[in-house]
């Protein structure tokens, strides 16, 4: 019997983690995690290309069923904000050029969803992940982010932490209620 797999992301211009792991029933099996880093000397629209290209071989090699990305904080500083939601845009774009329906979650959500409280530090976060996968070490902060992130997205189908996914719809590629 084959599971769902699902694939999370968590985006950042500089350096975004993917997470790809399995559901079956009310197991979860890791896959794969890793990181896709662009060159800060590159213009910007060579990065966004990089990351779009980076997500879409994740796609290519892993072949995922469903997607998971954190959504956007408002940052202190303006221009990070904006530079966050352009790497965002871009990996939204990979995932839906990959045929993929996207769910997207607040950090307090993942958080919530994987360590049981919103306000969880990145080290809880790894090492809940680290326990919920069975992995042998912890993953890095942005990888195990993105595992968070899909960890989150296959729990919600079950109530838990409050994200249930059951009753919505896939339009253009986004869940909707």
Avoid: W
Avoid at 18 to 40: M, P, R, T, W
């Amino acid at each position: 019997m084959s599971g769902v797999r699902i694939l999370g992301i968590d985006p950042g211009l500089r350096v975004t983690g993917f997470g790809v792991i399995e559901k079956h029933g009310n197991q979860l099996v890791y896959v794969a995690s890793g990181c896709i880093k662009s060159n800060d000397k590159q213009s910007l629209p060579e990065r966004i290309g990089t990351l779009f290209a980076g997500i879409g071989e994740v796609i290519a090699t892993y072949r995922p069923d469903q997607s998971a990305i954190e959504k956007v904080f408002v940052n202190v500083n303006p221009q990070s904000t904006l530079l966050l939601g352009q790497a965002r845009g871009a990996a939204m774009s990979a995932l839906v050029h990959g045929g993929l329906p996207v769910a997207e979650y607040t950090a307090l959500q993942v958080k919530q969803a994987v360590v049981g409280h919103g306000k969880a530090a990145k080290e809880q976060v790894q090492e809940m992940v680290v326990r919920l996968l069975n992995l042998p070490g912890a993953p890095t902060a942005d990888a195990a982010d993105a595992l968070a992130c899909a960890i989150a997205h296959a729990h919600g189908g079950q109530g838990f932490g409050a994200l249930a996914t059951a009753g919505y719809r896939v339009r253009g590629g986004r869940l909707i209620g």
